[in-house]
């Protein structure tokens, strides 16, 4: 029978990140979703930067469910937006969440705009035993002018990554995940908890 493993929640039912992170964190770790908890909390996220909102995810889970647990949020910087979409992402269109909605406004922004210079980061909080650990993952790359590729979700089909030359949405997700903002935020977090919780 295999052993029984040590639970932690990862605070979102995106089935994307959820398989991501099963994968990363196998063997060491049964990740549980929002829903294996039974949570359908509508959880604010107010804060001002990534950090923060990451923290009040993976609070909000710690303090009112008891778990281990952790909690992630992205956002798409763009050099020329001054940083926007930002924490904005997901709602840069406005209420209403529609990922197209949210790249076509984005293009309309950048249109005439000679650099297209951009980034995505991600925060990754975990509390552990009571304990707060921050990590933190960023890729590189450019705002394409028209959007392209089958692949991915969000602004995939207008980001191209700089070490690849491709966008999001043109890569395999083994592809994309090797080098993305969430891959390796979430590889930051998996090599911490293999060295059983100690900084390097
Ligand atoms: P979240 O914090 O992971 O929910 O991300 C916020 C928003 O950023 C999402 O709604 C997407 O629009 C965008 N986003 C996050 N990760 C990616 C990605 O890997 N590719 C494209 N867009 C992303």
């Known amino acids: 029978m295999d052993k029984e493993l040590k639970k932690l929640v990862f605070a979102t039912n995106n089935r994307h990140k959820l398989d991501e992170a099963r994968e990363i964190l196998a063997g060491r770790f049964e990740i549980l979703s929002l829903t ?116 991915g979700f969000g602004y995939d089909p207008v980001f191209v990554a700089d070490e690849t030359g491709k966008r999001f949405a043109e890569m395999s997700a083994e592809e994309k995940n090797a080098i993305s903002h969430r891959g390796r935020a979430m590889r930051a977090l998996a090599d911490f908890l293999d060295r059983g919780g100690l900084p390097r």
């Open 36 to 151: 294996d908890i039974g949570c359908s909390d509508d959880i604010p996220e107010t804060a001002p930067d990534l950090k923060g909102n990451a923290l009040i995810k993976a609070r909000w889970i710690y303090d009112r469910y008891g778990y281990d647990c952790f909690a992630d949020d992205t956002g798409l910087m763009v050099d020329a937006l001054g940083g926007e979409p930002g924490v904005m992402s997901a709602r840069y269109a406005g209420p209403g969440h529609d990922s197209e909605a949210n790249m076509m406004k984005l293009l309309k922004n950048m249109e005439g705009s000679a650099d297209r210079k951009a980034h995505f980061s991600t925060a990754v909080v975990l509390i552990m035993e009571g304990k707060e650990y921050l990590f933190e993952g960023r890729v590189e790359g450019r705002i394409a002018e028209t959007p392209g590729g089958e692949n």
